[in-house]
C-alpha cells in the first residue's frame, strides 16, 4: 500500500497553493474574519468564482452537473491548502452529496452548478430546541396542502442562515408514522416569506476569534418559521424518508480535509512555535517532556490521517460508508482538545489570555482554539452520539 499521493496530485498542490499566495489578499482575510455575511462579501465571492474557473471546486462531482467527475483525493488536496489558510471553498460540507444522491434530475441541474458558482449556500436546519443529539424527536412541522407544503416551527444553530441562499431541513410529515419514518427533507429558499433570522453570538465572538481558529464561528442563528408555503418540488428524496436521507448526507459531508485540519493544524502551530520560540533563552523544543508530548500528539494526528484517507478511499470506490465519518467525528475533535489542552501546559498562563490582550500569545488564537477545540466535539454531531453509531452500524450491537 501506498500512502503518497502521485506526482499529480503533488503537482496540483503545488499549483494551487501558487495560487493562493497569489489570489489571497490581506483585504480578503480581514474581510472573512470580520464580515457581516459570515466572511462571505465581495472578495470572498470573486475569489470563489476564479477558484471554480480552475475547475476546482466539487472535483469529484458529476460532468453534467458542472464537476470534473475526478478524483475525491484532487478535491481533498484543494480544500487541504484553502482551509490551512482558513478559507473554505465548496466541496465537503456543502449538502452536495445528499442531493446527487437522493435529488430529482431537476434539483441536481439546479443546486450542484449554483454550489460550483458559489451562488447558493445551504444552512443546515435540523437541531431544534429539543432536539438535538435526540434529532429525531424533531417537531418542525410541514403540512401538505394541495400541491404545497406549510412549515412552522423552530430550528437551532443554523449557523449560515444570515447569509446563506437556503436552507436544507428536516421537518415532520407524519406526527403519526414511529420518530425516524415520520420525517422529510426540504431544500427552501431563506428569501421565502414566513422565516426570520435571529443571531446567537458564541463563545468565540467577544473578542472575535482570530481567523484559523478550530471552530472560531462568532454568530451562529435561530430560524423561524412562520406558515411558510414551498411547493413539494423542495422536496429531498422521498416523503417520510428524510432521515435516511440526512444521516447519509451528513456522514458524507464529514469526509475531507476540515476534519483532519481540525486536530492536525493545531499540532502544526505548536511544534512550529516552540521551534521558533523560547522562554528567557530556554526553548520549550529543548525540554524532554515537551519533546515526548508533541511526538504522542503528532503521532495521534497521523492516525487522523489515516481515517480520512481511508473513508475519502472508500467515498472514490462508492463502497459502503457507514460508520468510519463518526469513527473520525470521535477521533478528531477529542484529539483537537487534548491537544489544545497541551498547548496551554506547555505555553503556560499567557497562552490563556485571549485576543486583544496585551500579554496574549499569536493574538489569542490559542486561548481561543481551546475554546473552539470543545465546540468540535459537539457540533455536527456529538461524540456521545458518535460512538453509539459505531457501536450499532460498525459492531452491530443493539440500539442503546
Ligand atoms: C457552534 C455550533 C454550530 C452548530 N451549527 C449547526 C447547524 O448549522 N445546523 C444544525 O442543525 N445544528 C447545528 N449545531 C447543533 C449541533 O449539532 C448540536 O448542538 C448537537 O447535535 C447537540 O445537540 P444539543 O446542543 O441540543 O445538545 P443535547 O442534545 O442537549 O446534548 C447535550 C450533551 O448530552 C449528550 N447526550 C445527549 N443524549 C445522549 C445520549 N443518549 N447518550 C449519550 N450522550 C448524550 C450529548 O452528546 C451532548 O454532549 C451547532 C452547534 C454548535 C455548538
Redesign the pocket.
Known sequence: MDFGYTQDQEELRQEVRAFIDGNVSQGLLDEMEGGEEGGRGPEYRELVQKVADKGWIGISWPKEYGGQSGSRIDQYIVEEEFMRRGIAVGGAGSGAPAILAAGTEEQKEYFIPGMIRGEIIF?????E?Q?????AGLQCRAVRDGDDFVVNGQ???????HYASHIYMMCRTDPDAPRHRGISIFLIPMDTPGITVRPLW?IQSDPPAPMGTT?G?VR?NETFFENVRIPASCMLGEENGGWYVGAMGLNLDRVGASRYLISVRRDEDIVNWVKENDFAGNSPADNPAVRDKLAELWTEAQVCRLMTMRSMSLVNRGDTFTYEGSAEKVWAPEHGVKTTEAISQILGPYAQLLRGSEEAIEDGLYAHNLMGSF?S?????????M??QMARRGLGMPR?
Not at 444552512?123 to 437541531?127: N, Q, R, S, V, Y
Not at 432536539?131 to 434529532?135: F, K, N
Not at 430550528?155 to 442562515?161: D, H
Not at 466535539?377 to 452520539?385: E, K, L, W
Open positions: 444552512a443546515l436546519g435540523f437541531t430546541p432536539a438535538g443529539a435526540d434529532l430550528k437551532m444553530y443554523t449557523s449560515a442562515a458564541t471552530y464561528m451562529t465546540q466535539g459537539i457540533n455536527h454531531g456529538s461524540v456521545q452520539i460512538r453509539d442503546g
